[in-house]
């Protein structure tokens, strides 16, 4: 290490990967706007919050949990201009309520790391 390699870091920080508690939270904070699909749901990370990232594996067993909790449900659409149909997600009607919630812990835990 060298001195210079301190200064890059702080001026091109890596990206931080998202822990499953965080995915799920950011999850929810998306379906509750609209349904999405994993790709997607990644794709939009980046896009918004380019400092965060969140890894295939994470996605899906934050996916997962949230299925087992009934939180969200999933069905396959074949979504313009894709080849393949997608499987989509959305909030099941019983988490209408504390879907929100936990979505406000995302943008909490966001907003805190910006100011």
């Not at 009934?70 to 997600?89: C, D, N, Q, S, V």
């Amino acid at each position: 290490m060298k001195l210079e390699d301190i200064y890059q870091f702080f001026e091109n920080p890596p990206p931080t990967y998202l822990c499953q508690e965080l995915a799920v939270c950011y999850i929810l904070y998306v379906l509750v706007q609209g349904e999405s699909y994993g790709t997607e749901l990644i794709q939009q990370l980046e896009n918004e919050y380019p400092t965060y990232r969140l890894s295939d594996t994470v996605l899906y067993s934050a996916i997962k949990f949230l299925e087992d909790e009934k939180a969200i449900t999933g069905y396959w659409k074949k979504l313009e201009g894709r080849g393949r149909p997608r499987r989509m997600y959305q909030v099941s009607p019983e988490w209408q309520v504390p879907a929100p919630n936990l979505a406000q812990l995302w943008q909490d835990y966001i907003t805190r790391r910006t100011n």
